[in-house]
């Protein structure tokens, strides 16, 4: 069973349709990118994976590890484990990053049955994360996301990933406003979390990104369909040749990543 | 409309009131008189109407039509004031119906020069002290309701620190109302003189017992901060529902005085709060913070009034309100800069939160600024929870209860922030987090299909 199956996925926003019939497959272990100019749906898409209900899905399903993906309310998506890094992530004054971590994760951990962490448990696996990110603690002492540099803001989405461990991550341009540092530091601990077990969506624009996290398909996404799916080597051809390339072919099916 | 032979009877009553308080309590002949002239002030003024600008979106003709009766004496166990003790207090003076109780209260170690006491006691005991300062600074012209309680002083907290003592623990002050048959009031009237370079907290709390009767608390703290003192001053409301509660802060600071005002309003049913500063020396700072929490149909009224009266001075006025059901909330700041207090560096900032499509807020500066070379700035923000930041916080597994409460925690904190760290600010942070709970885990309070009050905001 695939862990993730979109099957014509069809998505209105104020009336407006977006996506216009989807079909993804992903399978734990694998990284697919979703590429594709300003516009396509590509941040939809990720939207809808993490429940947001301002997207209205018209037609169409989302099974996640066999259930039903559109039944779930956010907080229960997370809890079944999808993930999603944030293209903008949100300020909040008054809400401390630490405590806040702990609250998602103990969240986490009963709607799994486990036993909810204290402080004292979490503050060693908090560390290890931090470091692997290479982040300074002081940031923690502060407010979440609150006056953070844009770099520093996809750090923490990348931290909290690292944290909740889930297992579908979707990353929505994560690599957007990153100078060539952050963007190794954002990419070797998405790297990190590469497993067996895991799938990765990897929303960019650029293919620049998919020369540290290398992923094993790329699909192209225009105008709400996916026009055309293949290797990594496809993002290397869209680099060269642009979108408008994608736009004048014929529509292939998507179906390389079943 | 009441008819003029209701506003009589209604009338007739505050007069049997006062005539039954000036001759049941032994009283020397200054207070007598100075009860005497407040209450003609009150009788002359009468009641405010929403015709009156300071009172424009609060209506006290509830309050105006009652016939209330002076509180009557009432036993409370120990055991019954264990749910409102704050953690740690080590100096509580309680007050059951108005009048001190001695059995209930505990001052600890004092250090030589700081004195706690009630009032009544320290007008017996040393007249001559308090007759120079009671009365002197809280406005009966302006404020019927400071009239009203001024006609009836009887009992109160009176604090006195000495020049230069530090007292760091801060002075709990109960006021506990219980429920009777018909309506009662009490004034409570406290005295708090903390002299030159002298350092004290004290925080009134005002809370109900047993069921649910039309009660009507009208305080006045007049607060004397000396030369280069520092005080916190902490007013907590949160009793019953069918609860009138009105108070009146009014703080006379010194030469580089540092005062806070810290107001926190969870219950009562029609709620006034006024803050009234006077930076009366140079170089005076004074913080007035608030944090207001309305459901059901409660009427919670911020009245501040921030005068400068001397230059170099600075005041931060930071209000913060969440309001849910039908609950109305007012802010109204008044800045008042006087001719001589230039360089003044006055900063107002009122934040909303509306959490129901009912519930309402009015919010209105004022300034009067009659020095030229001065810094004032004011601004005022209604909004919602943010459908972002609520999404957020959902997509990292958190339900959409707690990351509701999560966001007004950390709204309602940045109010708590401000406060002094100790046992005060604990107790204040400990209720505002019970109380965001129970606005979560009772929506029917919030969506108003409980009726809390019987009677009805137009008249």
């Known amino acids: 069973m695939s862990l993730l199956e979109i099957k014509n996925l069809h998505v209105t926003v104020n009336g407006q349709e977006i996506l216009k019939g989807i079909d993804l497959t992903v399978n734990a272990g694998e990284v697919h990118s979703i590429m594709g100019p300003n516009g396509s749906g590509k941040s939809t898409l990720a939207q809808v994976l993490a429940r947001r209900d301002a997207y209205q899905v018209t037609e ?61 448990d979490f503050l060693p696996l908090f560390r290890e994360k931090l470091r692997l990110l290479e982040m300074d603690d002081k940031l923690m002492n502060r407010s979440l996301n609150e006056g953070f540099s844009g770099g520093e803001k996809k750090r923490n ?94 529509p292939q099916p998507a179906g390389v990543g079943r | ?83 409102f003790a704050p953690d740690g207090a080590k100096i509580q003076l309680v007050f059951v119906n108005g009048r001190y109780a001695s059995d209930l209260s505990s001052t600890g170690n004092l250090p030589k020069g700081v004195t706690v006491s009630s009032l009544r006691d320290q007008i017996a005991q040393h007249p001559e002290t308090i007759e120079k300062h009671l009365g002197r600074y809280a406005d009966q012209d302006r404020d019927a309701f400071v009239a009203l309680n001024t006609a009836f ?59 649910e009767s039309a009660v009507l608390s009208n305080a006045v703290t007049e607060l004397i901060a000396g030369e280069s003192t520092t005080a916190h001053h902490y ?52 913080l007035i913070n608030g944090l207001f929490l309305g459901t059901g149909r409660q009427h919670l009224d911020n009245y501040m009034h921030v005068e400068h009266a001397s230059p170099h001075c600075g005041s931060r006025q930071f209000y913060n309100g969440i309001l849910d059901g039908q609950s109305h909330g007012v802010f109204h700041g008044r800045i008042v800069v006087h001719k001589v207090a230039q360089k003044t560096d006055a900063k107002q900032t009122n934040r909303n939160l509306l959490l129901s499509d009912d519930a309402q807020i009015d919010t209105k500066p004022q300034l009067e600024i009659y020095a030229d070379d001065v810094k004032c700035t004011h601004g005022a923000t209604i909004g919602q ?38 046992a005060a600010r604990d107790h204040v942070e400990k209720l505002v987090r019970e109380h965001l709970l129970f606005m979560e885990t009772h929506p029917q309070q919030a969506t108003g299909a409980v009726t809390e009050r019987n009677w009805s905001e137009t008249d």
Not at chain 2, 254 to 281: D, E
Request: aromatic letters at 8%; charged letters at 25%.
């Open chain 2, 1 to 83: 409309m009441a008819t003029a032979t209701e506003q009589r009877t209604s009338l007739q009553s505050w007069l049997d009131a006062f005539t039954e308080t000036q001759e049941n309590a032994a009283a020397p002949a200054w207070l007598k008189k100075l009860r005497e002239d407040a209450f003609a002030r009150f009788c002359d003024k009468g009641f405010p109407t929403t015709r009156d600008e300071d009172w424009r979106f609060t209506n006290v003709a509830p309050v105006a039509r009652t016939a209330f009766c002076p509180a009557a004496p009432a036993k409370i166990a120990k055991k019954d004031l264990a749910q």
């Open chain 2, 235 to 286: 007013l907590i409301e949160r009793e019953h529902l069918q609860a009138f509660n009105f108070s009146t802060l009014r703080i006379q600071q010194g030469r580089s005085a540092n005062v806070a005002s810290h107001s926190l309003l969870l219950g009562g049913g029609l709620v006034r709060n006024n803050v009234h500063p006077v930076l009366a020396g140079e170089g005076g700072e004074c």
């Open chain 1, 157 to 250: 989405e990348i931290l909290q990933m690292a944290l909740l461990e889930p297992r579908l991550c979707v990353l929505d341009e994560t690599d957007s406003g990153l100078d060539i540092d952050a963007l190794r530091i954002v990419a070797n601990g998405v790297n990190s979390l590469r497993s067996p077990e895991r799938a990765m969506v990897v929303v960019t624009h650029y293919q620049r990104l998919l020369n540290y996290i290398v992923p094993d398909f790329v699909h192209v996404l225009v105008d709400g369909r996916i026009v055309r799916s293949g290797g990594k080597e496809l993002a290397l051809e869209l680099e060269e040749k642009g979108y408008g390339w994608t736009e004048k072919d014929a």
């Open chain 2, 385 to 422: 929870i943010e459908e972002n930041a609520l999404f957020y916080l959902r997509s990292r597994g958190l339900s959409e209860a707690e990351a509701r409460k999560l966001l007004l925690m950390a709204f309602a904190e940045e109010c708590v922030e401000r406060m002094h760290e100790g």
């Open chain 1, 60 to 120: 169409g399903s989302i099974t996640f590890d066999g259930k039903d993906l559109l039944e779930m309310k956010p907080e229960e998506a997370a809890c079944e484990g999808v993930f999603l890094a944030f293209q903008y992530p949100v300020e909040i004054p008054g809400i401390g990053n630490t405590y806040f971590l702990r609250s998602a994760l103990n969240a986490q951990r009963k709607y799994r049955g486990q036993d909810e962490m204290d402080a004292m």
């Open chain 2, 153 to 211: 002083i009887t009992d109160g907290a009176y604090v006195h620190v000495a020049r230069g003592v530090v007292l760091d623990q801060p002075i709990f002050l109960l006021y506990l109302s219980t429920q009777e048959k018909g309506a009662t009031m009490t004034h409570p009237r406290n005295l708090i003189i903390a002299e030159d370079q002298s350092q004290v907290s004290i925080v009134e709390d005002y809370v109900s017992v047993g069921g």
